[in-house]
């Protein structure tokens, strides 16, 4: 086997639409200072989430019917590519319109399309994933929080960790042990969690190093959920979750993290006297984006055709955390700033920093990087 990157062609409307999504963000982040530009898809702000609903930029990709905008994979990708580029604040909508809407829309009782779709393009729900446990993390398919049958739903009983977003989530998607399998990675199924309405939940928040709490521990302690809670075939959530990983690895926002930053960067640097070899760094740097770029739009082509990417949206994953991890350092090397997250700093510095002691996580969030680099291996066949 090998990895498939062939170019897509733009549909007809993409460039136009780069241009109306690039006046809305112009318009929509005048006020939204550097601070909180510089953790992009991370930053959460409902208002802004609303907003674009309104624009009908959420849900691009959705069928017109349940409130979508019925266009495509490539053109959704051109929002995508314009929000991080901009550092917009799209935490609050953006697992809901990356992976739990399509999952639903894929896997969903014709019921809960119409219950929930619409509300997610609008802007007004934000979702949380919970696949990791204390003791499975890469080793997903040990997890032991279990959802039992009762005569008129479900019991679970369990915790999850690391769930961003789940303090200020009204649902989960949660992968919970349901049955027994000769494999590990049978016996699973997926679940709709109402996490505002189901009793026996509590979240606890954790802290990260830069002081911020957007992650938690979400514990089940008998806490019952409506028999339609299951989402899709019971104690098949394994292919379910795997199809979810694809759409969750391979997107713009896993080269694009550091964007906002390194854009401040090219403001700071064209203030001062570069030399040469910052033009050159700069180069390099742009050169990879490219790269990058364009292995990602075609695995939006390849989702658009119905695909499922394992594969490529891996590399896409690997490749591009390693290059956004290396942004604050080479950004450190080009201009002589370094970081400070004192309230007196310059912005930059202060993003800076930020950037600094949040990059070691992005090639753990999402899959780290050696479970990704065996993935790669065995998707092409190299193991
Ligand atoms: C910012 C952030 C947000 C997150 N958000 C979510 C979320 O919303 N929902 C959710 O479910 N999870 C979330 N996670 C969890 C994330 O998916 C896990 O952290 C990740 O899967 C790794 O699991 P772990 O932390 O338990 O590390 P471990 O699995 O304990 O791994 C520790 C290290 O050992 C390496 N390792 C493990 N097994 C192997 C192996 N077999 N071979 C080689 N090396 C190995 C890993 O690559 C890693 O470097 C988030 C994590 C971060 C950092």
């Known amino acids: 086997m090998r990895a498939d990157f062939s170019p897509p062609e733009m549909p007809e409307g993409a460039e136009a639409l780069r241009g109306e999504v690039r006046a809305f963000l112009a318009d929509a982040l005048r006020d939204v200072p550097l601070s909180e530009r510089a953790l992009s898809w991370d930053a959460c702000n409902p208002d802004f989430s609303r907003r674009m609903g309104e624009a009908g930029y959420i849900g691009l990709g959705f069928p017109e019917e349940y409130g979508g905008g019925g266009r495509s994979q490539l053109e959704r990708f051109v929002v995508l590519e314009e929000c991080l580029a901009a550092g917009a604040p799209t935490g ?26 619409p ?15 204390p003791d499975s993390g890469s080793d997903l398919a040990s997890l032991r929080t279990r959802a039992t049958r009762t005569a008129s739903g479900w019991r679970v009983n369990g915790t999850k960790i690391w769930t961003t ?28 969690v109402d996490l505002r309405n189901t009793p026996g939940i509590r979240i ?26 299951l989402i899709g075939v019971e104690n098949e959530g394994w292919k379910q979750v795997t199809e979810e990983l694809a759409l969750e690895r391979s997107g713009p926002e896993r080269y694009l993290s550091c964007q906002a930053l390194f854009n401040e960067m090219l403001l700071v640097l064209g203030e001062r006297e570069a030399g040469g070899s ?38 896409v994953k690997d490749m591009g ?14 201009v002589d700033l370094p970081p ?7 912005p930059y510095q202060q993003a800076l ?3 600094t002691v949040l990059a070691p996580s992005f090639s753990l969030r999402g899959g780290s990087g050696e479970i990704l680099r065996g993935i790669i291996a065995r998707g092409l066949g190299l193991r």
Request: with cysteine.
């Open 278 to 315: 910052a033009a050159a760094a700069v180069g390099r740097i742009v050169a990879q984006l490219g790269a990058l770029r364009a292995m990602s739009l075609s695995v939006a082509a390849m989702l658009e055709s119905g695909e499922s990417p394992a594969l490529e949206a891996a590399m």
């Open 204 to 229: 606890a928040p954790i802290r990260d190093i830069a002081g911020r709490e957007h992650f938690n521990e979400v514990h089940f302690e008998d806490a019952l959920l409506a028999e339609d809670a």
């Open 340 to 346: 400070d997250g004192g309230e007196e700093a310059h």
């Open 119 to 133: 509300h997610i393009c609008r802007g007004e729900l934000c979702f949380c994933i919970g696949m990791s446990e």
């Open 92 to 117: 609050f909508h953006w697992f809901a319109d990356r992976q739990s809407g399509p999952l639903i829309l894929r896997y969903g009782s014709e019921e809960l399309k119409r219950r929930i779709i």
């Open 165 to 192: 977003n789940a303090h200020r989530a009204h649902y989960m998607i949660a992968l919970f042990r349901t049955g027994e399998g000769q494999r590990r990675n049978e016996g699973l199924s997926q679940f709709l």
């Open 321 to 334: 955390t390693r290059f956004e991890q290396s942004l604050p350092r080479l950004a450190q090397e080009i």
């Open 353 to 355: 920093h930020l950037m």
